[in-house]
């Protein structure tokens, strides 16, 4: 098992903050370089509880399709997305936002296990801890630097 815990302070609302990141238009956008696409579930606009999205992307140069489900919800506070199926054994990852004036505070913990028993667990430390916590820090400054600009609006047209 691998956790990845990080804090992005973002200069927004907290429903704004809560609603773009469960925004499948905006995850495509920022995660333009992997090529992810939403090709199954909820494809567009916002994704809410007991809803599920595959995804396709590429990683390692492999593509790739993964399939998540909403399994908590209490806006504008949390939410939880968590394996379907995919390239992972499991995963949860949790947002929480807390209020704190004009300032949002984003929390993500990404719980993960790779497949292969020892050789997953190997992997999880040697590249994967590594490489998902690149991928979700360039995705949270993508929100935040979306929440606190002037364009906000068009992800969360439904």
Known sequence: MAVIELITEIQAPIERCFDLS?????????TAK?????????????????EEVTWRAKHFGIWQHLTSRITAFNR???????LVRGAFKRFDHDHYF?????????KDIFDFESPFGLIGKIVDQA?????????LIERNQFIKSVAEGNDWQQFLLD
């Open 98 to 106: 807390e209020a704190h004036g004009e300032v949002t505070l984003m």
């Open 76 to 82: 504008p506070y949390h939410f939880r997305d968590s």
């Open 34 to 50: 992997t090529g992810e696409c939403a090709i199954a579930g909820v494809t567009k606009g916002l994704i809410g509880e007991g």
């Open 22 to 30: 469960r925004s499948i238009d905006l995850h495509m956008a920022s």
């Open 127 to 135: 590249v994967l801890i590594s490489y998902m916590k690149c991928l």
